[in-house]
């Protein structure tokens, strides 16, 4: 066997999903995602960026608060963690070669197990890079980002930058500036932070102030790490409103980037946005994205989706076209995303226990994301849409409208012109009208 395939095959059966087009019947085939063809001066896969998540793809197990695993992986039966690690490495550029994806992305501990030993998780994940090096140079796929899971283990259960143990920070920073080292050697374009628990469960044990300024001192540490070592990428903050804590320090768009003005880090960050998240926090999607958009911060999403009848992260595979419609205008319109990609952070159902169902799944996902792109690319050649949304502010386009934006005018001005205008006519904001719309290029 090649160093892309290992020594065994762990997806019998299943060829190079290929593009078939809208009409096929074929469940193996992609109807909407053509890497190839060109929408808007680029192609699919340029302006997509897809992404595997080694974390669901390959480590989910199907565990939930109320069962035990129902997903069990022939890579993982190796008692040696090392050997192991290889094993799913093999499986995993099985599957993101067959799939098609240009890009993957992992935590630190999805690469391999980590004990509670520092210097044993350094070796590890140093042989574990040597051995991905090997796979990404014969399989053309490149590594999107690369993170630190500071989350999962038992010390992490107060948070890990916002630790109020200083022990603790330092196991963080450990795990942070080896991921860093194995993003770097990997050529990772990008590295992510996700906060999973920092945050609070109640304020009568917490000293915000402090744990915020610890969180941002560590990211400023990791960034003075990784310039020096020469990497060049963006990093990404996701956003999350609570789950597992009460209350989290990144807890939506709007949050984060207050956050990192506040503490002089707007030049080395942007976002990375998940679907799941933005609902969690009582937004949707697209608020989120233009958010960022508009901030100059879209750098990246996880695409998945939640349970409108569960409030939770769900982390299901997206499917709803109206909603990825309505993103791909924001992100059009922001000239697409800086730097990152779209990742797949979701994951097969519990009881989708197929070989085949983790294809059908992220055929699923980049089918419906492709699509969505397609659609809004028409709609903007349309120029219906932009022409609505223009025409709602034409009276700051002009005249007094215009000077109020310059900042010219004066409180006593307003007064005057609205003394002498009287009554402002109703216009519509045709809310009925666009929403046929997009569905009619639907």
């Known amino acids: 066997m090649s160093i892309l395939l290992g020594d065994r095959e762990y997806f019998k059966g299943i060829g190079k999903i290929p593009y078939e087009g809208p009409e096929t019947d074929n469940p193996l085939a992609f109807r909407w995602y053509d890497e190839n063809r060109v929408v808007g001066g680029k192609s699919m896969k340029e302006h997509l960026r897809f992404a595997i998540a080694y974390w669901h793809t390959f480590c ?5 608060p109320f069962g035990g695993p129902t997903l069990f992986y022939p890579w993982d039966e190796n008692s040696d963690a090392v050997a192991r690690a290889k094993d799913k490495a093999d499986a995993a550029f099985e599957f993101i070669t067959k799939i098609g994806a240009p890009y993957y992305c992992f935590h630190d501990v999805d690469v391999v197990d980590y004990a509670d030993d520092v210097r044993t998780n350094e070796k590890r994940l140093q042989t574990l890079t040597e051995y991905l090096a090997e796979k990404q140079k014969s399989s053309g796929v490149k590594l999107l ?4 899971n500071l989350f999962s283990h038992h010390r992490y259960m107060n948070g890990a930058s916002t630790n109020p143990d200083f ?10 500036k080896m991921a860093l080292d194995a993003t770097i050697a990997l050529g990772g374009e990008n590295y992510v932070f996700w906060g999973g628990r920092e945050g609070y469960m109640t304020l009568l044990n917490t000293d915000m102030k ?5 969180f941002a001192q560590m990211l400023k540490m990791a960034v003075a790490y990784a310039r020096k070592n020469g990497f060049k990428g963006k990093f990404f903050i996701e956003p999350k409103p609570c789950e597992p804590t009460k209350h989290q320090y990144d807890y939506d768009a709007a949050t984060v980037i207050g956050f990192l003005r506040q503490h002089d880090l707007l030049d080395d960050f942007s976002l990375n946005l998940e679907v799941n998240h933005a609902t969690l926090a ?15 911060l879209l750098g990246s999403i996880d695409a998945n989706r939640g349970d409108y009848q569960n409030g939770w992260d769900t982390d299901q595979f997206p499917n ?10 924001i992100i059009l319109q922001a000239n697409g995303l800086a730097g990152g990609g779209i990742n797949f952070d979701a994951k097969r159902r519990r009881n989708s226990t197929d070989v085949a169902d983790v294809f059908h799944a992220h ?10 792109l ?16 223009q025409e709602r502010y034409h009276s700051f386009d002009g005249g007094k409208g215009a000077e109020f934006e310059a900042g010219t005018l004066q409180l006593e001005d307003l007064f005057g012109l609205a003394a002498d205008g009287g009554e402002p006519a109703m216009i519509s904001g045709k809310q009925e009208y666009l929403e046929n719309l997009i569905n009619r290029f639907i």
Request: net charge negative; aromatic share 6%.
């Open 167 to 176: 022990q603790v920070v330092t196991h963080a920073g450990a795990q942070i």
């Open 210 to 214: 402090r744990e915020q300024e610890h």
């Open 374 to 389: 397609l659609i809004a690319d028409k709609i903007r050649q349309n120029g219906e849409y932009d022409r609505i949304r």
């Open 60 to 64: 989910g197990s199907g565990l939930d």
């Open 282 to 296: 009582g937004h949707t999607f697209q608020h989120e994205l233009q958010v960022a958009a508009d901030a100059g």
């Open 320 to 329: 709803d076209l109206q909603e990825w419609t309505q993103a791909m205008l």
């Open 145 to 148: 980002w690369g993170t630190a």
């Open 363 to 372: 055929i699923g996902g980049m089918d419906t994301v492709a699509r969505a």
